[in-house]
């Protein structure tokens, strides 16, 4: 028999449904109450773009100096609504530059009669920031702040028995889902705005253009006649209610692919005949016997996509001239209609070429704003962008070593680079410079100068999509075992540039062969700092010579003796202490002297802030002492009989310390750890310790 006791999984759904919420999305009332409203709140009454802009601005803005230039980070484009699944990584100065596009269409300083159009190349985020911009949009037009109303007709009895029929429906909800204000005859609207808009600023400033949709028009002036012209009594038979947007119901957000052009015309934009209602209204042109659903209709009020819309026939892309620059559309058998809504599109490099080439369609480029979408160029950024794709919680029994992704978009954002002008600067350290770390001899100003040089940087090289293709293949190689190394990846992603679709110049992969052959000595020298730290960890040896080198400096500095802490004589500053140091990291004879003093006076300035000096915090330094220590260790370690055969136990011991390090600072697992090992003894056995 069936148990009437509901489950707990019917609970847990009721417990979880908020009926307050529905009732508040599904809220109904009449004119006079949204007049009330628009009143208290005249937000609610905003336009596409400024109600985009606020959307965006409603999760927050960062600001941030990179290279003495300020960078507004806005965290919309980190996808909170999704918990980061199609967060945007390294791209915060062309989505600045998207958002101000925004800002200015919100304040009507001419940008909102523009189609915004996203130019990149494959792979760069293009779809994913107009989808995020959809999805934002619609979680908005739910919450209070971003509440938006539309209205329907429901006629009173004694207009509903009227032959022929204003309406053959109980209810007729706008086609278009305008905005109620709309309702308001045309000849006083302005001195309503006027009252709405006192001591507002420009962006919040409430605009009403524009009349109502055909069907409504009809309707409007069908009761207008019934009334004898009682503005009052036709708003009687008007319901405004809540508007919730949503793509896939088609509701204030559209979207518009290329098809075959024998198989799609411009109805699918601006609606088609509803050859059914004709019988009813008698006519053709009659708007309420029109079906108002292409996706410039139902987009109103909202956000239009149009994907790759540089491939569409040139029929439709004279549809996009209207919409953009007057805000109306022209449906069949019909007058002009306005629009309010953000018409967005994206484009790879040969279609907006072909554009520009084609004297014919000088309208659309002068009505477009292009915003380029260029590849990550901060190797930082580009990592995150794996590291979401390739973590623990996905891959489940395998193991990705330590550099692994690092390494591969390493070569990503390499092939991505315009050679530097400064024949003595290489592409790494380039790539270093973007990435914010410190490379001797260049500054700040250096980087601003690098960017400023290469105007299409991140137009070109190796997508994203190409990398997770590659390690991919890796993961679900037979071949990779439980743990997947860098070696594996940078050799799949050279393997496969032979048959890559999208390089076809020889010269080219010859390039990027290089690079990759670049990227393996950068992780070479990684992993022999990796190893030379877990040999020389004892934090207090390193301590211990890092105090007796500052002791002898400042002496040197200053001209003073340093007290022999076993003799208790005073000695002159260690010149072969000093300089057995400063030579690791290759400070010259010629410069020792301006690098003591640099250290002195960095210490010197921490005095002054009331901070202790921490040699950790100078790279430079620390990495000095660590080569130090490991040159005079290495001997006692005897790293290099890791590649023989026979290791005694004491040797064995010291081997198993390293290694312990290695997984617990560096989160090797045991199989990478002895591979590292193996690997970096190789090279100390022909003898590069550096």
Not at 584 to 592: L, N, Q, T
Request: charged share 35%; proline share 3%; hydrophobic share 35%.
């Amino acid at each position: 028999m069936y148990d009437h006791k509901r489950s707990n999984l019917f609970t847990f759904i009721q417990d979880k449904h908020n009926v307050v919420e529905y009732k508040s999305l599904h809220w109904e009332g009449t004119f006079d109450e949204y007049l009330h409203m628009v009143e208290k709140s005249p937000e609610i009454a905003r336009t596409a773009f400024q109600r985009m802009y606020d959307m965006i601005l409603s999760y927050g803005v960062e600001e941030y100096i990179d290279a003495r230039k300020k960078i507004f980070k806005y965290r919309f484009f980190q996808d909170p609504i999704d918990k980061g699944k199609d967060a945007i990584f390294g791209l915060d100065l062309p989505l600045s530059k998207l958002v101000n596009s925004f800002i200015a269409a919100a304040r009507h300083y001419g940008t909102e009669k523009r189609v915004l159009l996203l130019h990149g190349p494959v792979g760069s985020s293009k779809s994913t920031i107009v989808r995020l911009l959809k999805k934002g949009l619609e979680r908005y037009s739910k919450t209070d702040e971003g509440a938006l109303y539309t209205y329907k007709w429901k006629l009173r009895e004694e207009v509903k028995s009227l032959h022929p029929p204003i309406i053959t429906e109980s209810e007729f909800q706008c086609p278009m889902h305008e905005e109620p204000l709309r309702l308001i005859p045309e000849n006083i609207r302005e001195e309503i705005l006027k009252k709405l808009n006192e001591d507002k600023q420009e962006e919040k400033k409430i605009y009403v253009d524009g009349s109502l949709c055909p069907a409504c028009k009809q309707i409007y002036t069908e009761l207008m006649n019934y009334y004898d012209g009682d503005w009052t009594k036709v708003m009687s038979n008007v319901v405004v209610k809540r508007l919730v947007l949503s793509e896939k119901d088609r509701v204030g957000i559209g979207t518009f692919q290329p098809k075959d052009e024998k198989n799609q015309d411009s109805t699918e934009l601006t609606g088609d005949i509803n050859y059914r209602k004709i019988a009813l209204y008698g006519r053709e042109s009659d708007p309420r016997a029109f079906n108002f659903d292409g996706e410039f209709n139902i987009a109103n009020r909202g956000v239009v996509e149009f994907i790759e819309v540089l491939k569409l026939d040139v029929a439709f892309l004279y549809d996009l001239l209207g919409a953009s620059q007057e805000h109306v559309i022209k449906p069949k058998k019909f007058a002009q209609v306005d629009i309010d809504e953000v018409i967005i599109g994206h484009t790879n490099e040969p279609e907006y070429r072909k554009l520009q080439n084609n004297e014919f369609m000088e309208a659309l480029r002068d009505r477009t704003v292009k915003i380029d979408i260029p590849y990550i160029t901060k190797l930082s950024e580009e990592v995150e962008i794996y590291k979401k794709d390739y973590n623990r919680d996905k891959i489940k029994g395998k193991h990705i070593a330590p550099h692994t992704i690092e390494m591969a978009a390493m070569w990503a954002v390499l092939t991505r680079l315009e050679e530097p002008k400064n024949t003595q600067m290489s592409l790494l350290q380039k790539l270093k410079l973007y990435d914010g770390r410190h490379v001797p001899g260049y500054t700040e100003d250096t980087v601003k100068e690098l960017r400023k040089q290469a105007m299409r940087e991140g137009l070109n090289g190796i997508s994203p999509r190409y990398i997770q293709d590659k390690i991919s293949n890796v993961l679900v190689s037979d071949k990779s075992g439980s743990c997947i190394s860098p070696f594996m990846v940078l050799n799949e992603l050279q393997s496969g540039l032979k048959h890559h679709s999208l390089i076809s110049s020889e010269e080219l992969k010859k390039k990027f062969l290089e690079l990759i052959n670049v990227v393996k000595q950068e992780y070479e020298n990684m992993v022999k700092k990796e190893v030379q730290r877990a040999v020389c960890a004892d934090e207090e040896s390193i301590k211990k010579l890092c105090g007796n080198y500052i002791d002898h400096v400042k002496a040197y500095v200053f001209k003073e003796r340093v007290r022999n802490q076993y003799t208790g004589q005073d000695e002159e500053p260690d010149e072969r202490l000093m300089r057995s140091i400063e030579e690791k990291i290759e400070v010259p004879e010629s410069r020792k002297e301006d690098f003591r003093k640099e250290i002195m006076n960095y210490i010197g300035a921490l005095a002054v802030e009331k901070k202790t000096f921490d040699y950790r915090t100078n790279e430079r330094l620390l990495r000095a002492l660590e080569l130090k220590l490991f040159e005079d260790q290495k001997d006692t370690i005897k790293l290099t009989s890791i590649i023989s055969k026979v290791i005694d136990k004491q040797t064995q011991d010291k081997i198993d310390i390293i290694k312990k390090r290695l997984i617990d600072n560096c989160k090797y697992c045991d199989s990478c750890a002895t591979d590292v090992l193996n690997y970096v003894a190789s090279i100390f056995a022909r003898g590069d310790v550096k």
